[in-house]
């Protein structure tokens, strides 16, 4: 195993978080597996939320499937993405959860989606992850006097004044 997940499967212990997963996952009666990278797999977890086929808990995924099924080739994309999850609760400890949920409302409310503006979701793969890679901002956003990177770019310009860049 590469020191890097080593140190991620530490991290995840010391801070709770895979005992969070490991709890979650016997509260369910959800099987644990052996992954890969030192990741856990608990699988046949059945509560209806979260809707998604599977998600991560510190160092344990739980999925609905079978590890094997998550283990399989064609899914290496997904077990990747999960596998980044773990790495962020490796770096923010139980504030993930809270951090994460702030960034999925703001993912909400200004694209209707959890995923796609949501940034453990960027961070782990968006396409991976099953979610649309990009989605307009929602109409009321666009009438918002916001001044964007290109908007202060082409002020500038109108002003006479020298650009930066
Ligand atoms: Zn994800």
Redesign the pocket.
Known sequence: MAARHVTRGVLTALNGTTGAGLLLALATRARIRRGRHGVLIAEGYRLPVPP?SC??VGSVILTRRSAQWLLDEQRAELFA??HR?AGQYAVLGPLFWPAYWVACGYSYVTTGSW?VRNF??RN?GLRA?GYPTDLPLRPWLNRLPLRGPSATRSRRRRDGSPSPD
């Open positions: 998604a998600f991560t993405h999960e999850h995923g453990f979701e782990a992850g």
